[in-house]
C-alpha cells in the first residue's frame, strides 16, 4: 500500500521566535529552519511501515517556498521514496493546506496519509483533522501506537486522561502524537542517495483549488513579560513569600 | 447572533472547561446555548443547564458520541450548525480533535485555541510555542472556535436552562476498541489551583513518586511533569505540561528538577506564581520563576514539607 506523508518546514524548535518590531509576525530571516518535529515522527512511521513490508511506497508532499524542498530531501534520506513539492510563497492557511493535500491526495490514491498533530509555528493542530474530513475518511489523532492489518488500522491515541484505542477502516488519516516513535538520524550514504530521488515541483494554481485567506493577521505581538523574580535562600523563607502572596 | 458551545464532558460529569468556554461565548453573544455530546448523560446536561446565561441546553447521545468518536461528534455538531453564528469548543484533546472536522465541512477556517474575545469577528490566539500572540480578523460568516479554558473564568452557576434532545450520530468507519484512564483522586491537571512539577532530575519513577507525590498531596495539588520526565517513564504521558501536553495556568506553579525549555515554559507561563527549585542556578526556568530556590531537590524538597508543616499546612 501507498502512504502519503505531509511535511512542514518550520522555526527549528529550539530558536526562540522573536517578534517584528512592526508587529507584522515573526521574524524568520536568518533563523534556523528545519522539518517540524511532529512529520519527523510521521516521516518515520511510514518508514518503519515499509521496513514491516505494509507499505510499499512512502511519498513525501509539503507545501512552502522553494527551500521546502531541503524539508523533503531529509524525509527521502530517512526512507521516502520520492516527493512533491507544491510551492507557495504565501504562509496558506490550513483549510487551504487541507484542500490542496485532498488534491494530492485524489492525484495519489494513497490508502494511509500519515502526519504530525500540529505544527510548532501556528500551533494550529487542524490540517488532519480536516483533511480526513474533506475525504470523507476516518482519522485517528495524536496515535501514540498504529498496528495496520489489512483493511484497517488499530490506533492508540492520547486523550487527556489516558489513552484511547479505535479502529478505523483504511484509508484514513492519522496524526502522529510525540510518543508514537523515536525518528531515526539520516546517515550520510542515505543523506547522498535522497539526493537522487525524484521531487516533483508543482505550484498551487495547479491544483485548481481556492486557497484565499479566511483570517486577516491584524497583529503579532509579544506575551506579557513575566516582572523578574528574586531568588529566595531557604525553604522556610519560599513558604513565608508564598504566604504572603496568598497562594497557599 | 447565535452561539453554539459544545460540552466538556465525561458521560457523567460537566467539565470546568465549558463553563470557561461559555464566558467566551458570551464576549461574543448574549444568545449562548450548549451542546452535551455524549450516552447516557442527562446529568451533564441538567448540570450545564445551570450555568447562568445559557438559554437552552441541547442533548445529543448515541454510542459513538459516549466514546468521543471525532466522525459522529462533527456530525451531530454540523446537523445544529445552520442555527447558529459561532461554534465555541473547549480546545481539550476532545475539543481539538473534531473542531477542525466541523471547519472544514463548513468550509471555514477555524481559529485554534483562542485566549481573547476582541469582538464578534477578532481574536487573540498564542502561536510559536507562546512567543508571540497573534491578533486575527474572520472574514468567514460562521465561525469555528476552540477556546483555551484557562484563558478565561469560569461562568457562574445560578442558570435555569431548559434541557432537549436531539438527534445523534454514528461513528461512520470508526469502531471504538478501548480505553485505559490513569486513576487519580488529585485535582485534574488542567483545572487545580496549584500544581507541582517534575523533570528529568528525579531520575526515575519511584523517585519521582517519592518526592513529587508527598509535596502535591500537601499542597492539594495537581501533579505535572516535563517532557523530559514522561518520556524517560517517571510519570504517566497525561501529566506532561507543555506545548505539546496541557496547558495549565494555576495559582502557584512548583517546577522541580525542571530546566524551563520552551516547550515546558509555554504550558505553565501564565501560573500566577511560579517557583522553582534546581541545583543548576543557570536554568532557564529561573527567568520566568517569581521565587526560585537554587538548591538540590533532595535536600530542598524535605525542607520545604518541613517549613509548610511549620506554617501549618
Known sequence: MKVLVPVKRVIDYNVKARVKADQTGVDLANVKMS??????????????????????EVVIVSIGPAQAQETIRTALAMGGDRGILITSDADLEPLAVAKLLAAVVAEENPNLVVMGKQAIDGDNNAVGQMLSALLGWPQA?????LEVSGSTAKVTREVDGGLQTLDVDLPAVITADLRLNEPRYASLPNIMKAKKKEIATKAVADYGVDVAPRLKVLKVTEPPKRSAGVKVETAADLVSKLNTAGVL | M???VIADNDNAHLRDATHKTV???QKISGDVDVLVLGKGAKAVADAAAKIAGVRKVLLAESDALGHGIAEAQADAVLALAGNYDAILVPATSGGKNFAPRVAAKLDVAPISDIVEVVSADTFTRPIYAGNALETIQSSDAKKVITVRPTAFAAAAEGGSASVESVAGADAGKTRFVSEEMVKSDRPELAAAKIVVSGGRAMGSAEEFQRVIEPLADKLGAAVGASRAAVDAGYAPNDYQVGQTGKVVAPQLYVAIGISGAIQHLAGMKDSKVIVAINKDADAPIFQ???YGLVADYKTAVPELMDALSAAGK
Request: glycine share 2%; with cysteine.
Open chain 1, 35 to 56: 522539518m517540524n518535529p511532529f512529520c519527523e515522527i510521521a516521516v518515520e512511521e511510514a518508514v518503519r511501515l515499509k521496513e514491516k513490508g505494509v507499505a510499499t
Open chain 1, 141 to 145: 489523532t495524536y496515535a501514540s501506537a
Open chain 2, 2 to 4: 447565535a452561539v453554539l
Open chain 2, 23 to 25: 464566558t467566551a461565548a
Open chain 2, 288 to 290: 520566568v520563576a517569581d
